[in-house]
């Protein structure tokens, strides 16, 4: 299993309480009232089993796909931006 996007980006999320995350990812979107912080993935079938995936994964080898790092309920976040 290796990184398919290179060195993801860092995030910094302030939540409502005042406390800060840094979160490394190659993205981030909202679903079901939670942020998703995703870091893009290329594996075996096998690889991927077991793992937090958000999507689909395609029946084949060798195509990046999304895998979850970090979930937060959006109703504590405060701010997100890339550093």
């Not at 096998?46 to 029946?59: C, H, K, S, T």
């Amino acid at each position: 299993m290796k990184l398919a996007a290179g060195v993801p980006s860092q995030w910094l999320v302030t939540l409502r309480s005042g406390a800060a995350l840094t979160i490394l990812a190659d993205g981030y979107h909202e679903e079901q009232g939670e942020a998703h912080f995703v870091v893009l993935m290329t594996a075996s079938l096998e690889d991927f089993a077991g793992l937090p995936v958000d999507g689909e994964v395609p029946d084949r080898q060798g195509v990046a796909v999304p895998v979850i790092v970090a979930r937060v309920p959006t109703s504590e976040v405060a701010d997100v931006r890339t550093l």
